[in-house]
């Protein structure tokens, strides 16, 4: 059986949306977020070091990172569904660009802002004004054109027609 820890708002709802759609058996643990510093439980640690969320136990295996939860899914209890085979190469290769794409590239940035556009709110209001410059910064001359220049392409995989792309639903749409 497989079990998927899930921490409350977090990746791991794109692991349950895959198996759904895969229409697998699981269980569900739901870990709820530190009131204060909103991370995860220390329990966590328990099922993976990393102490994040998702982890996914199947028997005796223990699978962490969202991508890689995926693929073990996929390559285990697939069977061919929710990726382009490897026969298509083009569509292959654009199958594992985006996989990795969310957490390597976006994710960062998307990271990065909501932590910088915290930092003032959070600071002591001593160096609430000072937070605020840093805040500010960083987000004009380094985060603002970032996501600009990556939303075309983030645009065109949202579309159903380049993410259905004749294959069914691809992963990328689980990202
Ligand atoms: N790259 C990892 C990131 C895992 C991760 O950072 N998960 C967040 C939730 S979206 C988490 O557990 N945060 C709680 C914490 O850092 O304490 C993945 O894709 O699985």
């Not at 820890?5 to 759609?21: D, G, N, P």
């Not at 160096?127 to 603002?144: E, H, M, Q, Y």
């Amino acid at each position: 059986m497989i079990h998927v820890h899930h921490l409350e708002k977090s990746r791991s709802h794109r692991i349950l949306w895959l198996l759904e759609v895969l229409e697998l058996d699981y269980e569900l643990v739901v870990y709820q977020r530190d009131g204060k510093t909103q991370q995860a439980p220390a329990s966590l640690k328990k099922i993976h070091p990393l102490g994040k969320s998702p982890v996914i136990t199947d028997g005796d295996l223990t699978v962490a990172e969202s991508g890689a939860i995926i693929d073990y899914l996929l390559q285990r209890y697939g069977q061919g569904r929710c990726q382009p085979s490897s026969d298509d190469s083009r569509a292959w290769v654009d199958y594992r660009y985006w996989l990795h794409y969310a957490e390597g590239s976006l994710m960062p940035l998307l990271v990065m802002q909501l932590v910088f556009g915290q930092l003032p709110k959070q600071s002591p209001w001593l160096i609430k004004p000072l937070a605020k410059g840093i805040s500010d910064t960083v987000g004009k001359r380094f985060l603002a054109p970032q996501p600009n220049s990556i939303s075309p392409l983030l645009t065109n995989i949202c579309q159903p027609t380049a993410v259905l792309r004749g294959h069914g639903l691809a992963v990328p749409i689980f990202k």
